[in-house]
């Protein structure tokens, strides 16, 4: 099992740039493919980006593609997503989350079986 926390979260104006962390517990950090999500208010949460037990491969959602940059440091149990040029439409919770059976490229298509979450950072982007 492990456990998530998130942090990095806050107040940005648009244009600017933010850097999400999210440390995960446990021995078996290279195990997980990692990701992070997001969602808005009134909406349903949202792939944003995956990677790769080995950091090798990443997937990201149309909307932030060039824009946000996933990476994963397994000495350090983390995983970071940084982000930039952001924009009012990027304001939401991000959650962190780890699947210890399924491919990054999976846990992006559909999100309801991963396997683990944080609690969420809040990203708020205003004009």
């Known amino acids: 099992q492990v456990q998530l926390v998130e942090s990095g979260g806050g107040l940005v104006q648009a244009g600017g740039s933010l850097r999400l962390s999210c440390a995960a517990s446990?021995?078996?950090?290279?195990?997980?493919?990692m990701g992070w999500f997001r969602q808005a208010p009134g909406k349903e949460r949202e792939f944003v980006a995956t990677?790769?037990?080995?950091?090798?491969?990443?997937y990201y959602a149309a909307s932030v593609k060039g824009r946000f940059t996933i990476s994963r440091d397994n000495a350090k149990n983390t995983v970071y997503l940084q982000m930039n040029s952001l924009k009012p439409e990027d304001t939401a919770v991000y959650y962190c989350?780890?699947?210890?059976?399924?491919?990054?490229?999976?846990?992006?298509?559909?999100?309801?079986?991963?396997?683990?979450w944080g609690k969420g950072t809040l990203v708020t982007v205003s004009l």
């Open positions: 446990g021995r078996t950090f290279s195990s997980y493919a």
């Open positions: 990677i790769s037990r080995s950091g090798s491969n990443r």
């Open positions: 989350a780890a699947d210890l059976i399924r491919s990054a490229q999976a846990m992006g298509i559909k999100n309801s079986d991963i396997n683990y």
